[in-house]
C-alpha cells in the first residue's frame, strides 16, 4: 500500500458513511496504562440459572412465565425504553419567543422487544455454530416483517419470504405504524448488559433515529452524485480487493475492520450486493450472514481469550419512510468493541473524544491484521 | 410550566448547539439494576504521592524533573495523541478510482499539554476555592493567548490582558501555527483518568476538531437566520428566566443542565454576554467562571457523596479561523459525568445509544432541581 505512512504519524480519517472524521495516532499504543483496568469476564456459568428471567421456564419481573423455548424466545422488555401508549403531547405553536424557538421536543412512542438467543444461559454467540445463529437472524427478520409498512417497497419482498415462525411472549400487534427498528446486543458488564444470557434488544419508534438517519443521508447523497451507485456495495467491493482491512468474507458479505473504525477492533458486515434490509435476503444469504457473525465474535473472544465486550448492531431501511430513505439503505452490522490492549484495559472515548473528536491508537489495518489471525476453534474449546 | 407532561412521556429534545436529537425516557428510571457496579472512588490520598510523576519535584518518564510548583504547573504531555513533526503526508490525488473516492485521509500535527491543577496530590476542583481555581483559568488564557493566530480578529485582545505568568516545564514555541486548542479534564478511572493527582490537559492541532466545528456552523447558522444573535446568549437569557434548569449563575454565567442534555447530570457553564473565548475575559469574569466552576464541581461531589466522575472540556473560538468561526464562537464548559443513581451505578451510553441515538432516562429538570439542593459545605469537610 502506498499509504502504509499512515502506520507512523497522527493523521484524521473521513467516515463517508456519517460524513464525520476521527484522529488516528498509531505511535501512542505504547504509552504505559496505570488507569482503570477491567474484572475479567466471568468464564463458567451453568446451563440453566433458577434465579434469570431470561432462561425458559423462569418467571419474569411481570409475572409472565417464559415458555420452554428451544432456539430464540421473543417478549415485550417490562422496562421498555418507548411506549405504545401515553399521553398526547402538542408542543406549543412558534409564536416567536425565545422559549419556542428554543426549547424543541417531540413525543415518541414505540415498543421495546428482547430476544433471548438461546435457552442456554451460559452460551454466547461466539460458542454458536452458524446452523445455530440461524434462528436469530430469522426471528430478526420475522420481527422486521411484522413492523413493516405494507405500503413500504419492500412489502412484496417481505411476502414473498417463507420463515419459520418464532417463539414469543406477550407480544401483541402494534398500535401503530412504527418509522424505524434498532436491533442491537449489548455484551458483557462494561457495556451495559445487566444479563449474562444470551439476548439482545430491538426498539422501534415514531421517530427515524440520529444515526440511521444521519448514515441514510449520506448513502442518499452518494447515490446522487454516482448515477446511482451505492456507497457501500462500491465500499465492500474495494475491500474485498484491497484485503487489510478485511476479517473475514464470503461470497454475500464482507467482514473487516472499516478505514475510518473509531474502536481499537471495530468492525462492519456489508452485504456486497445491494439489500435494503433483513426482508431482501434469501436462505443463502441468510445462512452466509450467521457464518459471518460466527466468525467474527469467535476471533473477537480469541483475540484476548476473554468474552470480548461489545456493542452490535443492524441498520437498514426504516420500517416508514420515503422511497428514497428506503432505496438509499443498505443491510451492513455494526461491531463496537471497548478492548485496546488486553483483557482488562480498553479504550476510553472521554475527554478528547467527547468534546473533540474520536481519536484511536492502533490502526484499522493493524487491527485487522490481529484478527485474521484469530481464526479457529475457540480459545474455550481448546482448555477443555 | 405548560410542557410538565414531559416529565411522564418519552419524547425526543433537539440540541440546537449540534443539530441533533436525543431521546429521554423519564418513566424508565424505575427499573431494577442487576448490571456493573463501579468501585467506590478512593478517598484518602496523600497530599504528596513519591512514586506520581505529576507531584511538585518528582521525575517523569522522559528523565524531566518538575519544579516545585505552587499552583499551576504546565508540560508537554509524554505520550502526545498528535506531534509536532513528523513525515509529510500527501494523499493520492483523486483519479476517479474508487479507493481515491472512498479513502479519505490528511495528516495531522499538534501539540498536547499536561496542566497540574495543584501542588496538592489530593486535592480536586471540588475541594478548591474560587481563588485556587483561578490560576487555573488565568493558565489556560495564557495557553491559549501564546498560540493565538496573530491575524486572529482576539488578537487585540489577547494583547492588551494582563495575566500572571505561568509555571512550565519544558515547553517550547509551537512550530506551527495550529487551528483549535481543545481544553478538558477526564477526572476519575470511569473517565479513562490514570492518575488521581488533579490535573487536565490541552490539546493544539491543525484539524478543527469535529465537535466545536460541528457546534460552530450551527452557531453561525443562527446568527445568519436572526440577524446577528447569538444562540448561546439568547440560551443563557432564557434558561435564566425560566430557571427549572438553572443550577447556579451570578452575573457573568448561567449554569444548568441544558434542555438537550444527554448525560443524566450533564451540565453547561454558559458566558451570558457575547464571548468568543478565553482572552475576552475581564479579571471579574475570571473570577466568576471560577465561582462557577467551584459551585457546580462542589455540588456534584455532594449529589452522591463521592468523587463524581466527569469529562469536561472548553469550547471557543479556534485559534485560527475565518472571521464567521472566531466571531459565531460563543465560550462555553462542558460537563459530561455519567453516573445516574448512586455513585456505583453510571448510565451507559452504548447498544441503542450507539447505534441509534442517545438516550436518557430522568428528565433535564428533574437533573437540575437535585443539583440545586447539592449547594453547600462539600459533603466531605462535613465528615471531618
Ligand atoms: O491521556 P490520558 O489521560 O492517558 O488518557 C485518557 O484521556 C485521553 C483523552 O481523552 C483518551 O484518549 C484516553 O483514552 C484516556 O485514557
Ligand atoms: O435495557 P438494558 O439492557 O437494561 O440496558 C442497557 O441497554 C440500554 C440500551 O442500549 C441502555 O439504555 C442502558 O443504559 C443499558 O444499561
Same mark, same amino acid.
Given at each position: 500500500m502506498g499509504d502504509s505512512i499512515l502506520n507512523d504519524i497522527s493523521h484524521r480519517r473521513y467516515n463517508l458513511l456519517r460524513g464525520s472524521w476521527i484522529l488516528v495516532s498509531p505511535?501512542?499504543?505504547?504509552?504505559?496504562?496505570?488507569?482503570?483496568?477491567?474484572?475479567?469476564?466471568?468464564?463458567? %456459568?451453568? !446451563?440453566?440459572? /433458577?434465579?434469570?428471567?431470561?432462561?425458559?421456564?423462569? #418467571?419474569?419481573? +411481570?409475572?409472565?412465565?417464559?415458555?420452554?423455548?428451544?432456539?430464540?424466545?421473543?417478549?415485550?422488555?417490562?422496562?421498555?425504553?418507548?411506549?405504545?401508549?401515553?399521553?398526547?403531547?402538542?408542543?406549543?405553536?412558534?409564536?416567536?419567543?425565545?422559549?419556542?424557538?428554543?426549547?424543541?421536543?417531540?413525543?415518541?412512542?414505540?415498543?421495546?422487544?428482547?430476544?433471548?438467543?438461546?435457552?442456554?444461559?451460559?452460551?454466547? %454467540?461466539? !460458542?454458536?455454530? /452458524?446452523?445455530?445463529?440461524?434462528?436469530?437472524?430469522? #426471528?430478526?427478520? +420475522?420481527?422486521?416483517?411484522?413492523?413493516?409498512?405494507?405500503?413500504?417497497?419492500?412489502?412484496?419482498?417481505?411476502?414473498?419470504?417463507?420463515l419459520p415462525p418464532f417463539s414469543q411472549g406477550d407480544i401483541a400487534t402494534p398500535n401503530a405504524q412504527y418509522r424505524y427498528m434498532?436491533?442491537?446486543?449489548?455484551?458483557?458488564?462494561?457495556?451495559?448488559?445487566?444479563?449474562?444470557?444470551?439476548?439482545?434488544?430491538?426498539?422501534?419508534?415514531?421517530?427515524?433515529?440520529?444515526?440511521?438517519?444521519?448514515?441514510?443521508?449520506?448513502?442518499?447523497?452518494?447515490r446522487q452524485e454516482q448515477n446511482g451507485a451505492h456507497l457501500l456495495v462500491d465500499y465492500a467491493k474495494l475491500e474485498s480487493e484491497q484485503k487489510e482491512r478485511t476479517v473475514f468474507e464470503n461470497e454475500s458479505f464482507w467482514a473487516g475492520v472499516p478505514y475510518w473504525a473509531v474502536w481499537p477492533f471495530e468492525i462492519m458486515i456489508i452485504s456486497k450486493q445491494h439489500k435494503r434490509a433483513l426482508v431482501d435476503f434469501d436462505d443463502k444469504e441468510r445462512k452466509e450472514l450467521a457464518e459471518c457473525i460466527a466468525e467474527i465474535t469467535r476471533r473477537y473472544d480469541n483475540l484476548f481469550e476473554t468474552q470480548f465486550p461489545y456493542s452490535m448492531g443492524l441498520h437498514q431501511a426504516p420500517l416508514q419512510g420515503t422511497e428514497d430513505e428506503i432505496e438509499s439503505s443498505h443491510f451492513h452490522i455494526h461491531f463496537y468493541p471497548p478492548l485496546l490492549r488486553s483483557a482488562t484495559v480498553r479504550k476510553f472515548q472521554v475527554g478528547y473524544e467527547m468534546l473533540g473528536e474520536p481519536q484511536r491508537d492502533i490502526t484499522p489495518e493493524q487491527a485487522a491484521e490481529r484478527l485474521r489471525a484469530c481464526a479457529g476453534e475457540l480459545y474455550r474449546k481448546k482448555l477443555e
Amino acid at each position: 500500500m502506498g499509504d502504509s505512512i499512515l502506520n507512523d504519524i497522527s493523521h484524521r480519517r473521513y467516515n463517508l458513511l456519517r460524513g464525520s472524521w476521527i484522529l488516528v495516532s498509531p505511535h501512542r499504543n505504547k504509552r504505559p496504562w496505570q488507569g482503570l483496568q477491567e474484572k475479567p469476564s466471568r468464564t463458567s %456459568l451453568p !446451563d440453566y440459572d /433458577p434465579e434469570c428471567y431470561l432462561c425458559p421456564s423462569n #418467571t419474569r419481573a +411481570n409475572g409472565s412465565k417464559n415458555p420452554k423455548f428451544t432456539e430464540t424466545f421473543v417478549f415485550v422488555n417490562d422496562y421498555s425504553a418507548v411506549k405504545e401508549e401515553q399521553e398526547e403531547y402538542h408542543p406549543e405553536q412558534n409564536d416567536g419567543s425565545l422559549a419556542s424557538r428554543l426549547l424543541k421536543a417531540q413525543a415518541v412512542t414505540g415498543k421495546c422487544y428482547v430476544i433471548c438467543f438461546s435457552p442456554s444461559h451460559h452460551l454466547t %454467540l461466539a !460458542d454458536m455454530s /452458524p446452523a445455530e445463529i440461524m434462528p436469530i437472524i430469522q #426471528t430478526w427478520t +420475522n420481527l422486521y416483517r411484522a413492523n413493516l409498512d405494507p405500503k413500504s417497497p419492500l412489502a412484496e419482498a417481505a411476502k414473498a419470504l417463507s420463515l419459520p415462525p418464532f417463539s414469543q411472549g406477550d407480544i401483541a400487534t402494534p398500535n401503530a405504524q412504527y418509522r424505524y427498528m434498532q436491533i442491537f446486543e449489548n455484551k458483557g458488564t462494561t457495556m451495559g448488559c445487566s444479563n449474562p444470557h444470551p439476548h439482545g434488544q430491538v426498539w422501534t419508534t415514531t421517530s427515524y433515529p440520529e444515526e440511521p438517519q444521519t448514515e441514510v443521508r449520506q448513502l442518499s447523497k452518494y447515490r446522487q452524485e454516482q448515477n446511482g451507485a451505492h456507497l457501500l456495495v462500491d465500499y465492500a467491493k474495494l475491500e474485498s480487493e484491497q484485503k487489510e482491512r478485511t476479517v473475514f468474507e464470503n461470497e454475500s458479505f464482507w467482514a473487516g475492520v472499516p478505514y475510518w473504525a473509531v474502536w481499537p477492533f471495530e468492525i462492519m458486515i456489508i452485504s456486497k450486493q445491494h439489500k435494503r434490509a433483513l426482508v431482501d435476503f434469501d436462505d443463502k444469504e441468510r445462512k452466509e450472514l450467521a457464518e459471518c457473525i460466527a466468525e467474527i465474535t469467535r476471533r473477537y473472544d480469541n483475540l484476548f481469550e476473554t468474552q470480548f465486550p461489545y456493542s452490535m448492531g443492524l441498520h437498514q431501511a426504516p420500517l416508514q419512510g420515503t422511497e428514497d430513505e428506503i432505496e438509499s439503505s443498505h443491510f451492513h452490522i455494526h461491531f463496537y468493541p471497548p478492548l485496546l490492549r488486553s483483557a482488562t484495559v480498553r479504550k476510553f472515548q472521554v475527554g478528547y473524544e467527547m468534546l473533540g473528536e474520536p481519536q484511536r491508537d492502533i490502526t484499522p489495518e493493524q487491527a485487522a491484521e490481529r484478527l485474521r489471525a484469530c481464526a479457529g476453534e475457540l480459545y474455550r474449546k481448546k482448555l477443555e
